[in-house]
């Protein structure tokens, strides 16, 4: 089987990119489109350059500290390049894992939410305010993404053309969501929005579970964790992982999902277990409260 690598690009790799970065910059595009089409349909177009400017701040912000901390793993040798490229995964995972979550809290208020802020604004006419409001609201989604690619970028580069295909990927997806966007501000549902979170965040928590045992294999090579570095069982010869084999779905499943035909005790109890426990966290149903008109989690009434 021929490798994707040959053409230059990674496809596995690519793929994790564009999921990333098309479901961070759903949210980020989700968010202006929302302010912009508020202040169109109250009559204050007139404000739309402060919006710009505070989204372009925040997203040269974000691609800087994405650069810098980039720079600084090259600068490192072993074995603390191995322990700050563990972190760095690790860091990526528990950052989408909080961004999951806490879009699954609030996704049914943020329109309301932002709509007050901007009133607040511009009530008390600090329309510079608003320049503020767009650069917070897009540089938490800016912040994820560059430590969330860290992490994908980190866990492929020792891929050949795999670190690059997972920018392009990025690229792409932000590409695709900023027409996601813009078709949101035209008044146009081009996807239905709550079946999108929910299974690009299924697919965010596999790739964040293969982060995970990337970091726990780093960290068992450095001596960080000193046990779990037996190898739990061998299928190369079924369905390796690297490169040298040509074989693309085991590229593509290392890419994705962080699979290896060779897994150590250590990454594969650390893949389960965080597959296991936010997956089934991330599924359990929601109920609204009418009280608080805030999403909360179902839990089963009291015997």
Same mark, same amino acid.
Do not use: C
């Given at each position: ?30 968010? %202006? ?44 040798? =072993? ?52 320049? %503020? ?5 897009? #540089? ?27 920018? #392009? ?20 549902? %081009? ?16 790739? =964040? ?28 010869? %079924? ?29 594969? #109890? ?34």
């Amino acid at each position: 089987m021929t490798s994707s690598t040959e053409t230059g690009v990674d496809y596995g790799f690519f793929t994790t990119g564009l999921l990333t970065g098309l479901r961070e910059g759903v949210e980020a595009a989700l968010i %202006v489109s929302i302010i912009l089409a508020y202040l169109a349909r109250t009559g204050n177009v007139r404000h739309f350059g402060r919006i710009w400017s505070g989204t372009a701040a925040a997203l040269a912000l974000s691609v800087a500290i994405g650069l810098v901390l980039f720079v600084t793993i090259g600068e490192l040798k =072993a074995p603390a390049e191995q322990i700050f490229e563990g972190s760095a995964m690790l860091l990526a995972a528990a950052v989408v894992t909080w961004m999951l979550f806490w879009m699954r809290r609030t996704a049914a208020n943020i329109r309301g939410e932002l709509q007050a802020e901007i009133d607040r604004a511009l009530t008390h006419g600090s329309v510079w305010g608003l320049s %503020v409001l767009a650069f917070a609201a897009v #540089i938490r989604e800016g912040i994820e993404t560059s430590l969330f690619l860290l992490g994908q970028v980190t866990a492929a580069s020792q891929a050949h053309a795999g670190a690059s295909s997972t920018l #392009i990927g990025a690229v792409v997806g932000l590409a695709v969501a900023v027409l996601i966007g813009y078709g949101f501000y035209r008044g146009t549902r %081009v996807i239905n929005l709550r079946i999108f979170f929910t299974w690009t965040g299924v697919a965010l928590v596999f790739i =964040a579970a293969g982060l995970v045992a990337n970091a726990a294999h780093e960290l068992i090579e450095a001596g960080v964790i000193p046990i779990g570095g037996g190898i739990a069982f061998d299928i190369s010869r %079924v369905l390796p992982h690297s490169e040298e084999s040509g074989n693309l779905l085991g590229q593509l499943l290392r890419a994705l999902l962080g699979y290896s035909s060779t897994p150590e005790w250590g990454t594969l #109890i650390a893949w389960a277990a965080y597959l296991g426990a936010v997956l089934t966290l991330y599924l359990r149903p929601m109920r609204r409260v009418a009280s608080s008109g805030q999403a909360t989690e179902h839990r089963p009434a009291s015997t």
